[in-house]
Structures are given as structure tokens and as C-alpha cells.
């Protein structure tokens, strides 16, 4: 079964770090471009990053750039989000989900992992 | 990056048809043909109903039917039933950089 799996979160400080991995099973991870979608609690989805399939391409929000990296480990299925400069507005579901192959959307996705960012 | 513009909540009785509305700019929904919408049960992960404006995936009730005219993205469901009752949100690619873009999200009630 094609699956998604997301990690790392869970309460940091304000200005603090996380890095989210999220290991991808059962396709050829090698082929497909990923985002990063987060939720903020009783909120609606907000599109966070991409990555290309060679990491050639990468693209962030607004809201987060400058502060999240993301990155990609073909050789470990694993796709990876390095958040830095925390803030209390990045508290938030966040899903890895996978690019279609050939077109725009999103056709599986994780179960999500929280993050919150509290003192 | 402002986010496409979705009611907040929409209703209907089973076996009824509900029609929610998506609408963007020139420079998103009315530009491209990918606008995918996806569902959303309580604590759960979206999952795709609607890919490029009007397919649907496998596996995805042919109740499900999606449309675009000018500006604005439709996502139609005809015969409601109970297990329809989720949040909708809708997505349109808005080019490179911005990438893309989620609708603030409909929830659905299925009275």
C-alpha cells in the first residue's frame, strides 16, 4: 500500500527548531515531487513547500520562507522540513503529501504530525 | 499567496445535490487547469476527490463532479449522503514561486 509517514513534531519554544521527516513506502519515491502542508488547529490547509522530484526545484510560502529548508534523501525514501525561527503562528498539522507525476495535485497523504510552538 | 475565496459552510438533506464554489483570480483558478479538490473528515488526512478541474480518482464516487468557468471552480455532489459530511477545500496552481493555493475550506452538512 502506497503510504506516507510523518515524524518529528512536538512542542518547541518560540524561536526554538524541528526537523519533520517523512518516509514515503511502496512507489518509486525517486519520481515524484513532495509538499509540505500544514493546519492550524480549527484552521484550513496552507500549502508549505515543494520539492522536485532531482530537488532541482524548490519552492516555499511567504510565511515560512527564509526560515524552513526543506530537502529530500532519495536513497532513504525520506523527505525532510528544517524549521528554524519558530513563531507561535507555525503551530499546526503538518502533512507530507505527494505530487501527481505528471500534474498539479496532490494525490496521497500522511496522517500528519503536530507541531506547537508555545512557552 | 491570499488564499482562493470558499463559503464557509454549505448544507443539504440526503440525496440532494450541493454545488461549492471556489473562486480565485487570473492568475490562479482562471489561468490553469489544475484545480483539484479534497476532503477532509474530522482529525483526519484530505483525501483527493477532484484532480485537473473535472477527474476523478479511482475509487471516488462518480457522485463527485467538478467544473471551472472563468475565475471559479465548482465541486458538485449529487445523491448526498451521510458519510459526505467533511470540510472541502479546493486547490489551483498559481504559477512558479507562489506555486499553489488552498481555498479556505466548506464545510459540508448533510442535514
Redesign the interface.
Known amino acids: 500500500e502506497v503510504q506516507l509517514v510523518e515524524s518529528g513534531g512536538g512542542l518547541v519554544q518560540p524561536g526554538g527548531s524541528l526537523r519533520l521527516s517523512c518516509t514515503a513506502s511502496a512507489f518509486t519515491f525517486n519520481s515524484y515531487s513532495m509538499n509540505w502542508v500544514r493546519q492550524a488547529p480549527g484552521k484550513g490547509l496552507e500549502w508549505v513547500s515543494y520539492i522536485s522530484s532531482s530537488s532541482r526545484t524548490i519552492y516555499y510560502a511567504d510565511s515560512v520562507k527564509g526560515r524552513f529548508t526543506i530537502s529530500r534523501d532519495n536513497a532513504k525514501n525520506s523527505l525532510s522540513l528544517q524549521m528554524n525561527s519558530l513563531r507561535a503562528e507555525d503551530t499546526a498539522v503538518y502533512y507530507c503529501a505527494r505530487e501527481s507525476q505528471w500534474f498539479i495535485f496532490m494525490d496521497v497523504w500522511g496522517q500528519g504530525t503536530t507541531v506547537t510552538v508555545s512557552s | ?1 491570499s ?1 482562493l475565496t470558499q463559503p464557509r459552510s454549505v448544507s443539504g438533506s440526503p440525496g440532494q445535490s450541493v454545488t461549492l464554489s471556489c473562486t480565485g483570480t487570473s492568475s490562479d483558478v482562471g489561468a ?1 487547469t ?1 484545480v ?1 479538490w ?1 476532503q ?1 473528515h474530522p482529525g483526519k ?4 476527490v477532484i ?2 478541474v473535472s477527474k476523478r ?1 479511482s475509487g471516488v464516487p462518480d457522485r463527485f463532479s467538478g467544473s471551472k468557468s472563468g475565475n471559479t471552480a465548482s465541486l458538485t455532489i449529487s445523491g448526498l449522503q451521510a458519510e459526505d459530511e467533511a ?1 472541502y ?1 479546493c ?1 489551483s ?1 498559481a504559477g ?10 466548506t464545510k459540508l452538512t448533510v442535514l
Open positions: 499567496q488564499a490553469y489544475y483539484s479534497y477532509q488526512a484530505p483525501k483527493l484532480s485537473e480518482p470540510d477545500y486547490c496552481y512558479t514561486y507562489t506555486y499553489v493555493v488552498f481555498g479556505g475550506g
